[in-house]
């Protein structure tokens, strides 16, 4: 698991979101792919938490 911090912009504001995720492979007929699965939106949190 870890945080992401993802910055998006949309017209002259940029907005922050922290998320908690986690990354895993999984294996298939084309070979493997690495997936990620957002477990908790953290952007509301204060800081001091995070």
């Known amino acids: 698991m870890h945080i992401h911090r993802v ?3 949309r017209g002259d504001k940029v907005y922050t979101q ?3 995720r986690e990354s ?3 294996r ?3 070979g ?3 997936k990620k ?3 908790l939106n953290l ?3 204060p800081e001091s938490v995070i």
């Open 18 to 20: 922290i998320l908690l």
């Open 7 to 9: 910055k998006s912009k």
């Open 28 to 30: 298939g007929e084309h």
């Open 24 to 26: 895993y492979r999984e």
């Open 37 to 39: 699965r957002t477990l």
């Open 32 to 34: 493997s792919k690495v």
């Open 43 to 45: 952007t509301k949190y």
